[in-house]
Nanobody, 127 residues
Framework: QLQLVESGGGLVQPGGSLRLSCAAS????????IAWFRQAPGKEREGLAC????????NYADSVKGRFTISIDNVKNAVYLQMNSLKAEETGIYYC????????????????????WGQGTQVTVSS
């Protein structure tokens, strides 16, 4: 059974950093794209970053470029999201998701590309 479990959320002050982890079981991350999404209160789910271990560069939403870094550990079957310079408006539930690779090239941060989702981890950016 495919399972994704996020961890690492919490309370952080504006300008601070957090590192989120996504542990995958029941799948080998090297045949999937893995992405991070955020859902803020009252807003639609937003794609933040994605990565493939099959090659190619990560892809980031414009809103997080230069501040967030996604990485993958194929041995541990885990994906990480390092978040720096966090803003109050980035409060929300952060999800990781896995999607079968169906095309060559750079991964997409569109939610519709992902079939398997974790339960999410809460990130609160507040002073």
């Amino acid at each position: 059974q495919l399972q994704l479990v996020e961890s690492g959320g919490g309370l952080v002050q504006p300008g601070g950093s957090l590192r989120l982890s996504c542990a995958a079981s029941g799948l080998a991350v090297d045949v999937y794209s893995i992405a991070w999404f955020r859902q803020a209160p009252g807003k639609e789910r937003e794609g933040l970053a994605c990565i493939r271990s099959t090659g190619g560069r990560p892809n980031y939403a414009d809103s997080v470029k230069g501040r967030f870094t996604i990485s993958i550990d194929n041995v541990k079957n885990a994906v990480y999201l390092q978040m720096n310079s966090l803003k109050a408006e980035e409060t929300g539930i952060y999800y990781c998701a896995a999607g079968l690779i169906t095309y060559l090239g750079t991964c997409s941060v569109a939610p519709g590309r992902y079939q398997f989702w974790g339960q999410g981890t809460q990130v609160t950016v507040s002073s």
